[in-house]
Structures are given as structure tokens and as C-alpha cells.
T-cell receptor
Framework: NAGVTQTPKFQVLKTGQSMTLQCAQDMNHEYMSWYRQDPGMGLRLIHYSVGAGITDQGEVPNGYNVSRSTTEDFPLRLLSAAPSQTSVYFC???????????FGSGTRLTVV | GEDVEQSLFLSVREGDSSVINCTYT??????LYWYKQEPGAGLQLLTY?????DMKQDQRLTVLLNKKDKHLSLRIADTQTGDSAIYFCAEILPGRSSARQLTFGSGTQLTVLP
């Protein structure tokens, strides 16, 4: 099993550009989440999904959109990139949530 | 807002025990977690504990839970250089337990000195 796969691993964007961070899991997990990691701040929840067709906002949703059309995929869209969105982004999935999450290896995004 | 709190740094000598501490926010949290992040990698689930337990042991890892004080600790016995990493404490997001999403502390950078 591949687990949780994130692409790309690195990305540089110019301010105002849009892009989609991809996340796919092959474990048939219902729960999927997007986090951003900034130095000294731990991980903060951006958006999450508890099943196909169901999404909700986390702690820091502004500037990001998500959709969940299939169980496997949970893409994160940056609508108009800003330097404040420079961060490392992690996708995670879980069968039921309570047993812990499996994380992808992350996407390092720089907005200039 | 409420925060899961951890100290930022811890240094220990190889072979000593490490104790990483965490104060969490929600006394009704049913699951509490410890994750490990090595440089340039994602987070790896180390262990978790149910709230009806005081202690859980898994090889070199011992988790202690004090619900009264909302205090969680992770003890690593015989710490090795490969244990150098960032360790995150996490709980299910307070107030939204049905969503089963995690809220994390800021992480403790463990450095193991030779």
C-alpha cells in the first residue's frame, strides 16, 4: 500500500497564482484532513472531511478550498496565493478518527 | 483560543531517559496521542492512550495520563540518537468531538547528545 500520497513535494508560486495540492490515500479511510505546519506553531487544521461529499472548515480555512468527490482523493486549492501561505502542508487520513491518523510526507510551498 | 502546550526543546544524553510533557485542553478528551516527526518527513503515530487509562507502556515508550491536571507525558527509556525528532502531543479537537479531528501542541524538539 502507498498510504497517503501528496504531490507535489515542493512548489514555488507567485503572489496571486492559484494551484491545487493533491492528496490521495489507498486505505479506504473515511476521514481526511489538511494541516499546515509553521515554525513554533505545530500543525493547524485547514479543512477536513468525514466522507465523500462532506467537508468542513478547520481552524485556518481562509484562502483555501477543498472538495471530496471520492473516498480516495482530497485536493486542497489555493485560490490566490499570498506570502502568508508559505508553509509545509500535510494531508492525513484515518479509518475512524479515534485510532490516529496516517500522514503524507508533505508539500513545501513558498509564495514569493 | 485554548492551546495544547508543550515545551519547545529538550536535550538528553544518549542512554538516559527522556520525558516530554504536554498539557491538553479538554478534560472530556477520550483519546490522546503522541506523534513523532523526523526531519523533512511527515508525522508518525507513536502511541495513543484512552482516557480511562493512567498509563500505557509499549517497549521503550511509557505514556502517563493525569486527567485531573490534564497532563500527558511521554517517557522514552534508553534514548538513542535515532530518537532525535520533534514530538507532538495531540487531542481530539475540543467541542467538535464528532468530527474526530486532531489539535496539536507546538511540538518538542528532542536532541540526543552522544
Amino acid at each position: 500500500n502507498a498510504g497517503v500520497t501528496q504531490t507535489p513535494k515542493f512548489q514555488v508560486l507567485k503572489t496571486g497564482q492559484s494551484m491545487t495540492l493533491q492528496c490521495a490515500q489507498d486505505m479506504n479511510h473515511e476521514y481526511m484532513s489538511w494541516y499546515r505546519q509553521d515554525p513554533g506553531m505545530g500543525l493547524r487544521l485547514i479543512h477536513y472531511s468525514v466522507g465523500a461529499g462532506i467537508t468542513d472548515q478547520g481552524e485556518v480555512p481562509n484562502g483555501y478550498n477543498v472538495s471530496r468527490s471520492t473516498t480516495e482523493d482530497f485536493p486542497l486549492r489555493l485560490l490566490s496565493a499570498a506570502p502568508s501561505q508559505t508553509s509545509v502542508y500535510f494531508c492525513a487520513s484515518s479509518k475512524q478518527g479515534n485510532g490516529g491518523y496516517t500522514f503524507g510526507s508533505g508539500t513545501r510551498l513558498t509564495v514569493v | 483560543g485554548e492551546d495544547v502546550e508543550q515545551s519547545l526543546f529538550l536535550s538528553v544524553r544518549e542512554g538516559d531517559s527522556s520525558v516530554i510533557n504536554c498539557t491538553y485542553t479538554d478534560s472530556s478528551s477520550t483519546y490522546l496521542y503522541w506523534y513523532k516527526q523526523e526531519p523533512g518527513a511527515g508525522l508518525q503515530l507513536l502511541t495513543y492512550i484512552f482516557s480511562n487509562m493512567d498509563m500505557k507502556q509499549d517497549q521503550r515508550l511509557t505514556v502517563l495520563l493525569n486527567k485531573k491536571d490534564k497532563h500527558l507525558s511521554l517517557r522514552i527509556a534508553d534514548t538513542q540518537t535515532g530518537d532525535s525528532a520533534i514530538y507532538f502531543c495531540a487531542e481530539i479537537l475540543p467541542g467538535r468531538s464528532s468530527a474526530r479531528q486532531l489539535t496539536f501542541g507546538s511540538g518538542t524538539q528532542l536532541t540526543v547528545l552522544p
